[in-house]
């Protein structure tokens, strides 16, 4: 699996939906046509480095960290007692339940890019960042979502796998995936919640 397909689906962007629905067509003949550059990969880098660090400043993301840090020394001991045992089981769902409330891209249900583009729209974190590099909601849609196709695409590609290029996915982006998979694996790093800047 190449990095960027790690990478959309470490943000939680639309996968599933598309996965088991999949885009309609008017969508994947918008997605065939797409064209990943560096130039929105930077803009979209930017954006997502300003809502995390906005994140950052959430209370809920705050006990996550602490949640977290605390659950992690627990795992660190050698041996545990049941009451430490039960407390990492509670730290473990306790920090579930958070994560999910405090995902900024809650997209599983949008069945479309015009869907997508609404989900960003409600989340002004994100929508602020994106305003501010001059990138649409429907564009970063765009983007992402070609970024998904093309990162599982070029993974099949280089496992073997790949005879024809998937529908509605631009073979452009395939290779564009596989050169810039270097950058795209620093970004995946950088765009996580709880990474430090």
Same mark, same amino acid.
């Not at 809920?60 to 001991?77: G, N, P, S, V, Y």
């Given at each position: /699996?190449?990095?960027?397909?790690?990478? =959309?689906?470490?943000?939680?962007?639309?996968?599933?939906?598309?996965?088991?629905?999949?885009?309609?067509?008017?969508?994947?003949? *918008?997605?065939?046509?797409?064209?990943?550059?560096?130039?929105?990969?930077?803009?979209?880098?930017?954006? /997502?480095?300003?809502? /995390?660090?906005?994140?950052? #400043?959430?209370? #809920?993301? @705050?006990?996550?960290?602490?949640?977290?840090?605390?659950?992690?020394?627990?795992?660190?001991?050698?041996?545990?007692?049941?009451?430490?045992?039960?407390?990492?089981?509670?730290?473990?769902?306790?920090? *579930?339940e958070l994560e999910s409330d405090a995902n900024p891209l809650r997209l599983n249900d949008a069945g479309t890019i015009s869907e997508m583009a609404a989900g960003i729209q409600k989340e002004p974190r994100l929508a602020a960042a994106l305003q501010r590099e001059g990138l649409?909601?429907?564009?970063?849609?765009?983007?992402?979502?070609? /970024?998904?196709?093309?990162?599982?695409?070029?993974?099949? @590609?280089?496992?073997?796998?790949?005879?024809?290029?998937?529908?509605?996915?631009?073979?452009?982006?395939?290779?564009?995936?596989?050169?810039?998979?270097?950058?795209? @694996?620093?970004?995946?790093?950088?765009? =996580?919640?709880?990474?430090?800047?």
């Open positions: /699996m190449t990095t960027c397909c790690v990478l =959309a689906i470490t943000l939680s962007l639309a996968a599933p939906a598309l996965q088991t629905r999949g885009p309609a067509d008017a969508d994947l003949k *918008e997605l065939s046509s797409y064209t990943l550059t560096m130039e929105t990969l930077n803009k979209v880098d930017r954006a /997502m480095r300003a809502m /995390m660090a906005e994140m950052r #400043k959430d209370p #809920k993301f @705050q006990e996550i960290e602490r949640l977290k840090a605390e659950l992690t020394a627990l795992k660190k001991k050698d041996e545990t007692t049941e009451e430490e045992d039960r407390r990492m089981e509670t730290l473990g769902l306790r920090i *579930e649409a909601p429907r564009e970063f849609s765009k983007f992402m979502l070609a /970024m998904l196709q093309a990162g599982f695409a070029a993974g099949m @590609q280089k496992a073997g796998l790949l005879k024809t290029t998937p529908e509605g996915t631009n073979p452009a982006n395939i290779k564009w995936v596989l050169e810039h998979e270097a950058e795209l @694996q620093k970004l995946q790093q950088s765009w =996580a919640p709880d990474k430090k800047h």
